[in-house]
T-cell receptor, first 115, second 113 residues
Framework: AQSVTQLGSHVSVSEGALVLLRCNYS??????LFWYVQYPNQGLQLLLK??????LVKGINGFEAEFKKSETSFHLTKPSAHMSDAAEYFCAVSEAPSNTGKLIFGQGTTLQVKP | DTAVSQTPKYLVTQMGNDKSIKCEQNLGHDTMYWYKQDSKKFLKIMFS???????INETVPNRFSPKSPDKAHLNLHINSLELGDSAVYFCASSQAGPTGELFFGEGSRLTVL
C-alpha cells in the first residue's frame, strides 16, 4: 500500500529565503505524486503533480518539486519565500493501480513566513 | 462561478442529531469524493462516486451515508452524530483516473456539542 511521510510538521522561514518542504513516499508501483496547498479556511489547491514525465516539475506560484526515485522523495522548493506563501502544504500519492483517483495524503506541513 | 461548492459552510449541532452536507460541481467531472480533515489537519478519504456509482467506501461507520443523485452532485448524510464526528468535511471532484487533479470545495466545518 502506498504512503506518504512529510518530514517536519512546521517549517519557518524568513521572507526571501529558500523554502524546502520534505516528502517521502512508499509505493510498490511507479507513483503519481502531488503537492497541494491549503490557505486558512479554504479547500486544497493543486500546486503541482508528477505523473512519470519530467522528474523536475514546475508548479504555480514559483514552486517546483523533483522526483527522486533512488531517494523515494518528492520535496517541494521555492527559491524565495513570500508572505503570501504561509499556508498548510500537503504531499499526496495517488493510489495505484486501482485508478480510482483516490489520494493518500501526508500529515501536512505548516509553512510560516517571517518578515 | 464556484467550481465545487458545498453547503452549509458551518454546522453546529448536538450529539444524536442528524445532519446533511450538500456538494455540487460544475466542472463536468465524472468522479466526486468526500474527505474528512480532523483537528490535526489530517485528510482521509471517506467515499468516492464515479458517475453516480459508489467506488470507494473507506470503512466509514454506516451512520454516514453518501448519495449521488447525478454525477454533478454528491451529498453526505450523517445520522446520530457523535463528538468524534467534529471535523471539516471536504467535497472534491476529478476526471476519472489516477493522474487527475482533485478540485476541492471550501469545506464544511461540523461541530458536535
Amino acid at each position: 500500500a502506498q504512503s506518504v511521510t512529510q518530514l517536519g510538521s512546521h517549517v519557518s522561514v524568513s521572507e526571501g529565503a529558500l523554502v524546502l518542504l520534505r516528502c517521502n513516499y512508499s509505493s510498490s508501483v511507479p507513483p503519481y505524486l502531488f503537492w497541494y496547498v491549503q490557505y486558512p479556511n479554504q479547500g486544497l489547491q493543486l500546486l503541482l503533480k508528477y505523473t512519470s514525465a519530467a522528474t523536475l516539475v514546475k508548479g504555480i506560484n514559483g514552486f517546483e518539486a523533483e522526483f527522486k526515485k533512488s531517494e523515494t522523495s518528492f520535496h517541494l522548493t521555492k527559491p524565495s519565500a513570500h508572505m503570501s506563501d504561509a499556508a498548510e502544504y500537503f504531499c499526496a500519492v495517488s493510489e495505484a493501480p486501482s485508478n480510482t483517483g483516490k489520494l493518500i495524503f501526508g500529515q501536512g506541513t505548516t509553512l510560516q513566513v517571517k518578515p | 462561478d464556484t467550481a465545487v461548492s458545498q453547503t452549509p459552510k458551518y454546522l453546529v449541532t448536538q450529539m444524536g442529531n442528524d445532519k446533511s452536507i450538500k456538494c455540487e460541481q460544475n466542472l463536468g467531472h465524472d468522479t466526486m469524493y468526500w474527505y474528512k480533515q480532523d483537528s490535526k489537519k489530517f485528510l482521509k478519504i471517506m467515499f468516492s462516486y464515479n458517475n453516480k456509482e459508489l467506488i470507494i467506501n473507506e470503512t466509514v461507520p454506516n451512520r454516514f451515508s453518501p448519495k449521488s443523485p447525478d454525477k454533478a452532485h454528491l451529498n453526505l448524510h450523517i445520522n446520530s452524530l457523535e463528538l468524534g464526528d467534529s471535523a471539516v468535511y471536504f467535497c472534491a471532484s476529478s476526471q476519472a483516473g489516477p493522474t487527475g487533479e482533485l478540485f476541492f470545495g471550501e469545506g464544511s466545518r461540523l461541530t458536535v456539542l
